[in-house]
């Protein structure tokens, strides 16, 4: 058998003759990468004995080993357990101008599935779902996929299977396992069509590679990553992206801006009756911390809003009913230069908290179609999207059982002036005013523009907005803790 395999390989002479023009080509391209600020991820898939870790070992022989990462993902761990699916394949992206190479890839997760009930396979259509929204914002981000499957028939499965048995120094290689893959062959393979079918895009299509010559097979792989980088390298040529600036902001939806003003400012509340109702609502939050983390139930609240509406107050009165030890208060900036050079929802993805764990974002992700989109850091093709985008961010964190709970605390413009001015006046808090925050308020109806769609775009029932009037911050602290005590009470099933 082994003669016969041995037969039909490309000679070895050849093989090693085009071996040295390959890995010139590769090691140009991780340059090319480089100086472009492209990302390049790079899925080896396959049957079982194709040979996917021979081809993953030896891209990384012909690669600068500096501008590349391999990443294999077993089964979870508990701190991946902890978090929702796609967390451990966000966490591992490469930043622009590198490549990462990836055993089985996020696809593996759907192989190892074995559907057999309608709520099975519900669960795989949804997981196929997020492997393909996963991979179409990667690329709209400019990153570059290459998918190859290595295909094996079963007969040459067996006989590659077999070979390795005999042999005393790769024996060790073949398990009761993979003989027990090689038998339910039909099965996996209709399951990996079945993947590969969903998962086949346009931007990220599959390649199917012939793993039966293993020289042929090794030089396919190759030259199909350096064909996709030159195709992608035309397309950026053909059709390059516009440069991100400010324009004018007009609605999309103008029911938000007419929800936004419609907002009743005018509440009245004295110090002694918010003292009296602010310890119960604390108590009772406190109670539904520790009920979710006894549920392995996380929370994250989302604080949104005007400059000087009273987030940063807000936040310190809530987690003064919180043990210290289980939350982290995460305040968005300006993205720093490693932020940058990922994915805008990667710095996101990588503070979600672990089960009965809370974070607390003072700004969030909605940065993306608020100050983004007016000050012209994105493009209008990016914030337009984003609106899909950041549900289905959500969607997965609420889909894993992360309670998440939004406020927009909404002020007039008289009342911001007014506290824009005491923060001057006043010399312990004149560090919280600058001239950005001025200039934020020329922009007013911009930003009201831009809150009003984001309020009606990105309003679900398990992530619902709560609209905080905060003229009064006593008033206002106050509705935060009681809506945050109804919406954490409803998803944990739990009396307020």
């Not at 035309?234 to 059709?239: G, I, T």
């Not at 119960?280 to 000087?308: C, H, M, P, T, Y």
């Not at 982290?328 to 994915?343: F, L």
Request: aromatic share 10%.
């Amino acid at each position: 058998m082994a003669k016969a395999l041995e037969a039909r390989r490309m000679p070895k002479k050849d093989y090693e003759a085009r071996v040295p023009l390959v890995r010139e080509e590769l090691i140009q391209l991780q340059v090319a990468l480089q100086h472009a600020g492209i990302r390049m991820l790079v899925v080896v898939g396959g049957d079982e004995a194709a040979g996917k870790g021979e081809v993953v070992n030896l891209l990384n022989a012909w690669l600068d080993p500096r501008g590349v990462q391999t990443f294999a993902f077993h089964a979870p761990t508990e701190e991946e357990r902890q978090r929702p699916p796609m967390w451990r394949y966000w966490r591992s992206l490469p930043p622009r101008g590198r490549a990462a190479i990836y055993f089985g890839g996020w696809h593996a997760d759907a192989l190892a599935q074995e559907p057999k009930s309608p709520k099975e396979l519900a669960d795989f259509n949804r997981m196929l779902g997020r492997l393909v929204h996963f991979e179409t914002l990667l690329v709209a981000d400019d990153t570059l996929i290459v998918k190859v499957w290595l295909r094996l028939a079963r007969a040459e499965q067996k006989a590659r299977l077999t070979e390795l048995e005999k042999d005393p120094d790769t024996a060790w290689r073949v398990t009761a396992d993979d003989w027990k893959r090689h038998r339910a062959y039909d099965r996996s393979t209709r399951l990996a069509e079945r993947m590969r079918r969903a998962t086949h895009l346009p931007e990220s299509p599959w390649q199917i590679i012939d793993a039966a010559d293993i020289r042929a097979r090794n030089l396919s792989v190759a030259q199909h990553v350096l064909a996709r980088f030159k195709s992608h390298q035309l397309h950026r040529r053909v059709a390059p992206k516009a440069a991100p600036r400010p324009a004018r902001v007009v609605a999309l939806r103008r029911e938000g801006l007419k929800l936004l003003r419609n907002i009743q400012l005018e509440h009245h509340l004295t110090e002694e009756a918010y003292a009296a109702k602010r310890d119960k609502w604390l108590g009772r939050l406190n109670r539904l911390v520790r009920a979710a983390a006894a549920q392995q139930r996380s929370i994250v609240w989302v604080f949104e809003g005007w400059d000087a509406a009273g987030k940063g107050g807000a936040i310190r009165r809530l987690t003064s009913a919180i043990d210290a030890r289980d939350y982290r208060v995460i305040p968005v900036a300006k993205p720093t230069d490693e932020e940058k050079a990922h994915h805008y929802l990667w710095r996101f993805w990588r503070d979600v908290p672990g089960a009965g764990r809370v974070t607390i974002y003072d700004r969030s992700w909605y940065g993306r179609v608020l100050v983004e989109r007016i000050e012209g850091f994105c493009r209008p093709d990016e914030w337009r999207r984003a609106y899909d985008e950041l549900q289905n961010f959500e969607t997965q964190l609420t889909d894993h059982g992360i309670v998440v709970v939004k406020f927009w605390l909404h002020l007039s413009k008289e009342e911001q002036l007014r506290r824009f001015r005491h923060r001057e006046e006043t010399a312990y808090k004149r560090h919280k005013i600058n001239e950005e925050d001025w200039r934020n308020r020329k922009q007013w109806k911009g930003y009201e523009t831009a809150v009003g769609d984001m309020l009606v775009l990105t309003n679900q029932k398990q992530a619902p907005w709560h609209l905080i009037p905060a003229d009064n911050k006593r008033f206002a602290r106050l509705e935060i803790l009681k809506l945050s005590c109804y919406q954490i009470a409803a998803a944990l099933g739990e009396d307020i």
